[in-house]
């Protein structure tokens, strides 16, 4: 591969490595795998395996946007880059340097019900530190203090969307950011992601025969060129009992936050 002044490093079969013009931002536990990997059927699309952490880790970061684009995969020049860090959506400092990169990027943010997104999030954590050999606390001892929401329980912050998404605004106009409503892509994924077909606008290609329902998983799997593949076992785990006083709780400690990130999107969604 050979670096060439525009941004890009051609491979001799064609491909390049470009700097994405598409970015999955978040949100963590929202659907961001499912989110890509159905972007994925899309000829135009060539996606970045890994989660980079280029914009939220300053060891990162501070390696430059020549070691981003080292990070990208081949891609046909005619092909848009995508790369998701779910993490981006969250830390305060990213939309600037994502806007000094690429003002014009066009960038997917997926949420769905901020209460579920807390217990998705506290059961990631759960299967981490059980592999770890380590213990967590129980969900409900983790979520309540003093009879009150734990409000120094982190994964409630992520939960804020508002909060995060008018840093985003800061530097973006609302018309850069699709949100794709995470619980409609797990009930029926074909709709959401002809939205998103749309929205990048890209040539309608993603078919309905490319989801079917996988009753074992209890998901949508992709059905691509013939091969049919499900997410990870991580993707789409049990989340844990929550005492319904308590799930009562979160509905309503997110009821305002909700209500502020409808107004910010001109647009509501049906969270509980
Ligand atoms: P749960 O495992 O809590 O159900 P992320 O990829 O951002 O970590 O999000 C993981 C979530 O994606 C899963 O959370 C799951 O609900 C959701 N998801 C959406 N579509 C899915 C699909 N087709 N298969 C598996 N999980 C899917």
């Known amino acids: 591969a050979s670096p060439t002044d525009n941004g890009t490093t051609s491979h001799p079969n064609g491909t390049l490595q470009q700097l994405p013009q598409i970015l999955i931002i978040g949100v963590r536990k929202g659907g961001t795998r499912a989110l890509i990997e159905m972007l994925s059927l899309h000829s135009a699309v060539a996606a970045a395996q890994n989660e980079v952490h280029f914009f939220d880790w300053e060891s990162h970061f501070q390696k430059g946007l020549s070691w981003y684009l080292s990070q990208m995969p081949y891609a046909f020049p005619d092909q848009l880059t995508v790369e998701k860090t779910p993490a981006y959506f969250t830390s305060s400092k990213v939309p600037k340097r994502i806007h000094q990169m690429n003002p014009d990027i066009k960038l997917l943010l997926i949420l ?56 985003w605004l800061h530097y973006f106009p609302l018309e850069s950011i699709h949100v794709v409503d995470g619980d409609e892509l797990i009930r029926d994924p074909f709709p959401e992601m002809k939205k998103v077909e749309r929205f ?73």
């Open 112 to 167: 769905r019900d901020p209460t579920e997104r807390v217990l998705s999030d506290y059961t990631q954590v759960f299967y981490n530190r059980l592999q770890k050999h380590k213990r967590y606390q129980p969900i409900e001892s983790v979520l309540v203090k003093d009879g009150e929401i734990n409000l120094g329980y982190k994964a409630l912050n992520r939960s804020l969307y508002y909060v995060h998404m008018q840093n």
């Open 200 to 272: 990048l606008k890209l040539e309608p290609q993603i078919n309905a025969s490319n989801f079917y329902f996988n009753k074992t998983k209890g998901f949508y799997c992709l059905r691509d060129h013939g091969r049919e593949r499900c997410l990870h076992d991580s993707k789409g785990r049990a989340h844990p009992h929550v005492a319904p006083a308590i799930l009562q709780k979160l509905y309503q400690f997110f009821h305002e936050p909700n209500k502020k990130f409808f107004e910010l999107v001109g647009r509501t969604f049906n969270w509980k």
